[in-house]
Antibody, heavy 122, light 108 residues
Framework: QLQLQESGPGLVKPSETLSLTCTVS??????????WGWIRQPPGQGLEWIGS???????YFNPSLKSRVTISVDTSNNQFSLKLTSVTAADTAVYYC??????????????WGQGTLVTVSS | SYVLTQPPSVSVAPGKTARITCGGN??????VHWYQQRPGQAPVLVIY???DRPSGIPERFSGSNSGNTATLTISRVEAGDEADYFC???????????FGGGTKLAVL
């Protein structure tokens, strides 16, 4: 059974960089037909896709966040990571890592991490 | 960028049928997926490829997609179906993932 686990600080100061890592177990991050992604959910609000990465390193980002986001993959450790720079209180959210099944017409999330709350506050 | 529109809330009595819509420009040409999210939990996929059910999802959950509207239908609604539901597409022209704003299903 595939499992994804987010890790990283739960509190980040304004203007600093939010950094999270997702560790994948029970499957290989190098599997074809899958993307790996980050999705966030501010308290009481909906889901927002942040970006996705393929094991080869190809990345795609939400245009609204693209200038502040970096997503990288570490195939040797079966992990992928998120960095979000210049954070503000608006970046306070539960951050989920996820596996996305990709097919010709699109794709969907078939596995989610449990989510980790990141609060931006001084 | 592509926009998906959902009603903020839908109410239904137990045993009745709930229909949650997801609107988008020519969404019928895209593959739509639906997630259920209970409070404090991660979302769970309940419908993929417009109308397919993952294993473990009751047959009461079904989906359709045509024109500018996709619909998630929950038959014989139970109290345990009370949750937020999100639709999602993958815009293949840009490889961007898009979520609808979510619909809170209230079981009266």
């Amino acid at each position: 059974q595939l499992q994804l686990q987010e890790s990283g600080p739960g509190l980040v100061k304004p203007s600093e960089t939010l950094s999270l890592t997702c560790t994948v177990s029970g499957g290989s991050i190098s599997s074809t037909n899958y993307y790996w992604g980050w999705i966030r959910q501010p308290p009481g609000q909906g889901l927002e896709w942040i970006g996705s990465i393929y094991y080869s390193g190809t990345t795609y980002f939400n245009p609204s966040l693209k200038s502040r986001v970096t997503i990288s993959v570490d195939t040797s450790n079966n992990q992928f990571s998120l960095k979000l720079t210049s954070v503000t209180a608006a970046d306070t959210a539960v951050y989920y890592c996820a596996r996305l099944m990709k097919f010709q017409l699109g794709g969907y999330v078939d596995y989610w991490g449990q989510g980790t709350l990141v609060t931006v506050s001084s | 960028s592509y926009v998906l529109t959902q009603p903020p809330s839908v109410s239904v009595a137990p045993g009745k049928t709930a229909r949650i819509t997801c609107g988008g420009n020519n969404i019928g040409s895209k593959s739509v997926h639906w997630y259920q999210q209970r409070p404090g939990q991660a979302p769970v996929l309940v419908i993929y490829h417009d109308g397919d059910r993952p294993s473990g999802i009751p047959e009461r959950f079904s989906g359709s997609n045509s024109g500018n509207t996709a619909t998630l239908t929950i038959s014989r609604v139970e109290a345990g179906d009370e949750a937020d539901y999100f639709c999602q597409v993958w815009d293949s022209s840009s490889d961007h993932v898009v979520f609808g704003g979510g619909t809170k299903l209230a079981v009266l």
